[in-house]
């Protein structure tokens, strides 16, 4: 089962939603808006994503630009995370034990693989 922490309005999350779906890949949508993810479910997720913790956030968003956060401190990336949701990066498809970020959509797909 893969996890897709999924925004509707977002085009990137719309396409990587429809890409797992085309692939008959088993999929749970979590909006994360509507659904945000606590401090533990964030440590635990980049403890998964090859990424870095940095690359979580949408640094163009008002919320974070207000902060004034460490994008290097990847504990000041979790409170600023879960005090605004909106600024967490989209899609990130999980499938329990590796996570990826779709920019593009189309690397999620290596959690098919």
Same mark, same amino acid.
């Given at each position: 089962?893969?996890?897709?922490?999924?925004?509707?309005?977002?085009?990137?999350?719309?396409? &990587?939603?429809?890409?797992?779906?085309?692939?008959?890949?088993?999929?749970?949508?979590?909006?994360?808006?509507?659904?945000?993810?606590?401090?533990?479910?964030?440590?635990?997720?980049?403890?998964?994503?090859? &990424?870095?913790?940095?690359?979580?956030?949408?640094?163009?968003?008002?919320?974070?630009?207000?902060?004034?956060?460490?994008?290097?401190?990847?504990?000041?990336?979790?409170?600023?995370?879960?005090?605004?949701?909106?600024?967490?990066?989209?899609?990130? &498809?999980?499938?329990?034990?590796?996570?990826?970020?779709?920019?593009?959509?189309?690397?999620?797909?290596?959690?098919?693989?």
């Amino acid at each position: 089962m893969i996890t897709l922490l999924h925004n509707p309005r977002c085009s990137k999350s719309r396409q &990587a939603l429809a890409l797992l779906e085309e692939r008959g890949a088993a999929v749970q949508v979590r909006r994360y808006l509507d659904e945000p993810l606590d401090g533990a479910e964030l440590r635990a997720l980049m403890g998964r994503l090859s &990424a870095d913790p940095r690359d979580l956030v949408r640094t163009n968003e008002a919320e974070w630009k207000a902060l004034g956060a460490d994008r290097d401190d990847p504990e000041q990336v979790i409170h600023a995370i879960v005090a605004h949701p909106k600024i967490l990066q989209r899609p990130i &498809a999980d499938d329990g034990s590796r996570a990826i970020i779709g920019r593009p959509p189309e690397d999620i797909l290596a959690l098919l693989d």
